[in-house]
């Protein structure tokens, strides 16, 4: 099956611990978070659903999963060798607790292709006995990453503030016209944070200018800054693991 084509690949999965959505490692396969934003719990999991081709909802991560039905969930997907996005409802509590109305599911894990529940662990297993789950799998169809509309692509962001910005890590969030950027660059020590923010505007003045990106939101740090950010207790809607 085609791989998903994120635009942060090579962070330290701790990075990611309170982020809520990460790949898995099995299969090569990559990290990538979506950071919190403003938008509804019931929007956030439409978008993850959107977005992702192949998605687990579950107790805990797939490198300690907090339940045996997750656990032998996961074990079937690996034994597929398939990438896939997971959701540690455990660290999201408002996305446990609203999902199961969009799902109709009441129970965890839960298993979601092409953004169409497939079901829990027993009906997961059952297909997998089957010979019905791997087809399914492979059925998955990425998002492609492409602008149709003249906006920028995700991919073209991160290219042009790595260009000038060469050991920017980036993590974007949004779509179209609108994001929300992270960038994290040892190139940013000693630096005020107005300037931080400047300088990773100023790697995209020109679609700024022309209006393919508009409403952009930065935050910059050190890698320093956002190791002490990520050990910080956050309020809302939590980021969610991949």
């Given amino acids: 099956m085609a791989h998903l084509k994120p635009a942060f690949q090579n962070y330290p999965p701790d990075y990611y611990l309170q982020q809520g959505i990460s790949r898995t490692p099995n299969s090569n396969q990559l990290t990538f978070p979506y950071f919190m934003t403003t938008m509804k719990t019931e929007d956030k999991i439409r978008q993850q659903l959107a977005t992702n081709p192949i998605l687990l909802y579950m107790k805990g991560v797939p490198e300690n999963p907090q339940c045996g039905f997750s656990a032998k969930t996961v074990g079937i997907l690996k034994s597929t060798g398939c990438q896939y996005a997971y959701v ?9 607790e609203k999902l199961p109305s969009i799902s109709h599911w009441p129970t965890y894990p839960q298993l979601f292709v092409n953004g ?3 079901g829990g662990c027993d009906i997961v297993e059952a297909m997998a006995n ?4 791997l087809p399914l ?5 990425p998002k492609t990453e492409a602008a149709s509309d003249g906006h920028l692509s995700v991919a073209d962001v991160e290219q042009l503030i790595k260009q000038g ?14 994001l929300m950027l992270t960038v994290i660059s040892g190139e940013f020590r000693d630096l005020s944070l107005v300037k931080k923010q400047q300088w ?3 790697t995209l003045k020109d679609p700024l200018a022309s209006g393919k990106l508009h409403a952009v939101s930065v935050k910059a740090y050190t890698p320093e800054e956002w190791q002490e950010s990520q050990a910080q207790p956050t ?3 939590l980021q969610i693991q991949l």
């Fill in 88 to 96: 540690n409802v455990l660290a999201a509590p408002f996305i446990r």
């Fill in 116 to 118: 169409e529940l497939v």
């Fill in 130 to 133: 089957d010979g019905s789950l």
């Fill in 137 to 141: 799998l492979n059925s998955a169809t």
């Fill in 165 to 178: 910005i060469s050991d920017a890590q980036v993590l974007i969030d949004g779509e179209g016209c609108d």
């Fill in 200 to 202: 990773v505007l100023s």
């Fill in 235 to 237: 309020g809302g809607l």
